[in-house]
């Protein structure tokens, strides 16, 4: 009830077009009743011999239908208009909550699962929110007046219905419990479904490259059973549900048949009124069934209310700071700060002090899963210090607002998102949307792309496709190190920013790195360590904890780790180089 009240806010707003369709299904059983009290007026009329009255009777015909479909004309358009709106208003909330939750939910929750909720579960919303009260008002109404008429005509046999309504409410409510559990079951599926697909069109290549197309192919098509699967599990409890109480309500029909042609019931009605009473009956036979059936909306609409109120109601990213500078120095401590990613798990980040002077750059090096880039995901509070504290400009960034603290951060990562636009609007991203043409065209000369955008037709109005999948990689690393120039910011985070380049352009790019990195803090994290020679200061991480720092010629002069990868990347570069030499190759791209 609390999930289905709070569903129901969402309709509150659109009362008026609610009131509308209310009024349009009450015209709709108005006719419904009205046309048993034309059978009666016709049968009688025709029994007693009065004939004139067949014009009004023919009149009275066009009369009511045109009534019904006004009434029906009423109670959609306002009903629909209402759910159309729940849908929009809904979806909008999820959505907008969504991108306020933290980084955690999204590695706890598939991207699949989450669109299945936007998508499928926020349409199975409307079949709580206004289906059902659509069938509920239109055929409510109709089983009420109908209800009245009879009891207008013959109170006694009326009441017999009365007998078969607990034994419905009973029946309705045993569906109703096991309809709920299947509709979890069913948009758990359809998340299943979602998922599956997403991941095999998005990695088609690395799919068919590998083999595995009939991996997928069969994985697909286990989830689809399993989706079909427990839609029928919910057809056969509705289609057992359905004719059951069919059956009750059409024994009741016969035995008031058989009660109502007793030779005294009959004296007391004429015989339109006899037969407008057995057309009433059977026609409250549809209203009835239709009002079984809509537990099953209901049961699958607060089903997917509670999934997505679910995600609404998760806390988003604390957000309880208050500062906000326009502009920072970028002076950086990490005071005996920790860090694990679940409550449980080992440290990620060990007991890290560090200060970083405002205009610094320092790299920071190591081995896959050494704790580099989670040092840098949480400078922007992408994760919160679990032991500690990161101070920027002596305050704690827990102090800041969380939005005026990434506008202080740049960032480029290994991992380039490009949305389906042009080249142009991914470099003016977000809050740099309204930047002038002449600011875009500087950071893509800033950072090569005009190199490549001057050949292609529509220059930097060229559209990129679905996560820049129309350019190679080397050409959205550039424009993503094209959209962190723009944004001008004191703090730049390079997470292996030149990692999808070749060796040509890596070169220029670290030229326009070079004049950027002017002025601004930054934190560099390389494989290449040739990428990080000029850092102001190098770090090498080991298991979450720095184990060594200097610059470049302190490190090599130590003979530690540092050094030791730094020969063995020489001796690799050696081997390469003298390969293609012999071999007269170009340097692989």
């Known amino acids: 009830m609390q999930v289905y009240l709070r569903l129901l806010k969402y309709v509150k707003q659109y009362w008026s077009a609610f009131l509308l369709s209310v009024v349009g299904f009450v015209i709709y059983a108005g006719s419904q009743t009205a046309s048993a009290k034309w059978l009666e007026a016709f049968v009688d009329s025709v029994g007693s011999g009065q004939l004139d009255n067949r014009g009004i009777l023919a009149l009275s015909v066009l009369g009511i239908f045109f009534v019904r479909g006004l009434g029906t004309f009423l109670g959609n358009y306002g009903l629909s208009y209402v759910a159309r709106h729940v849908v929009h208003n809904l979806r909008c909330d999820l959505f907008?909550?969504?991108m306020l939750l933290p980084s955690s939910y999204y590695h706890q929750n598939s991207s699949g699962e989450l669109l299945a909720k936007l998508t499928y579960n926020v349409e199975q919303v409307t079949g709580a929110a206004t289906n059902a009260l659509k069938v509920a008002i239109r055929e409510g109404f109709t089983v009420i007046g109908l209800f009245g008429y009879m009891l207008y005509l013959n109170w006694k046999l009326t009441l017999l219905f009365l007998v078969v309504g607990p034994v419905v409410g009973v029946v309705v409510g045993i569906a109703a419990r096991r309809m709920r559990g299947i509709s979890r079951n069913v948009q758990q599926s359809v998340g299943d479904i979602t998922s599956s697909a997403s991941e095999a069109i998005k990695g088609y290549q690395v799919v068919r490259i590998f083999g595995a197309t009939e991996l997928e192919t069969d994985r697909f098509i286990k989830v689809s059973q399993q989706n079909r699967r427990q839609v029928m599990k919910m057809v056969v409890t509705q289609s057992v549900a359905t004719p059951f109480v069919q059956m009750m309500v059409a024994g009741v029909i016969a035995l008031m048949t058989f009660l109502a042609m007793e030779p005294d019931l009959i004296k007391e009605m004429s015989t339109g009124q006899f037969i407008a009473f057995i057309s009433a009956a059977a026609l409250m036979a549809k209203p009835v069934r239709s009002l079984t059936e809509i537990s099953s909306m209901i049961q699958s609409g607060l089903a997917a209310s509670e999934s997505v109120f679910e995600v609404v109601d998760t806390a988003p990213e604390k957000d309880n700071g208050t500062f906000?500078?326009?502009?920072?120095?970028?002076?950086l401590v990490f005071r005996n700060m920790s860090f694990r990613y679940e409550a449980d798990a080992k440290l990620a980040l060990d007991n890290i002090n560090l200060d970083i002077k405002s205009?610094?750059?320092v790299a920071?090096?190591?081995?896959?899963?050494?704790?580099?880039?989670?040092?840098?995901?949480l400078l922007p509070r992408f994760y919160d210090v679990t032991e500690g504290e990161i101070l920027l400009d002596d305050h704690n960034i827990q102090d800041y607002k969380l939005a005026n603290l990434r506008s202080q951060i740049a960032l480029v990562n290994q991992q380039v998102i490009l949305f389906n636009g042009t080249i142009a609007d991914n470099i003016a991203y977000g809050a740099m949307a309204g930047c002038s043409r002449e600011k875009i065209e500087a950071a893509a000369e800033a950072a090569h792309v005009a190199e490549f955008v001057r050949?292609?037709?529509?220059?930097l109005d060229t559209m990129v496709g679905e996560n820049g999948v129309l350019l190679s990689g080397g050409q959205r690393q550039r424009i993503a190190i094209a959209r962190a120039i723009l944004k001008d910011a004191p703090i730049l985070i390079l997470d292996e920013a030149t990692s999808a380049l070749d060796t040509e352009s890596e070169r220029h790019i670290q030229d326009a790195l070079e004049n950027?990195?002017?002025?601004?803090?930054?934190?560099v994290i390389a494989h290449r360590l040739s990428t990080i020679e000029s850092a102001d200061r190098i770090l090498v991480m080991d298991s979450g904890r720095i184990i060594e720092q200097g610059n470049h010629a302190e490190l090599l002069q130590k003979g530690g780790v540092y050094a030791n990868l730094h020969s063995l990347q020489f001796s690799e570069a050696a081997v390469v180089t003298e390969t293609e030499q012999m071999t007269g190759q170009e340097p692989e791209q």
């Open 455 to 459: 050949h292609l037709p529509e220059g």
């Open 324 to 331: 906000a500078p326009d502009r920072v120095e970028g002076a």
């Open 359 to 361: 205009g610094e750059t």
């Open 96 to 98: 907008r909550h969504l």
């Open 364 to 377: 920071l090096v190591g081995k896959s899963g050494s704790g580099k880039s989670t040092l840098a995901g």
């Open 516 to 523: 950027v990195m002017q002025g601004r803090t930054t934190l």
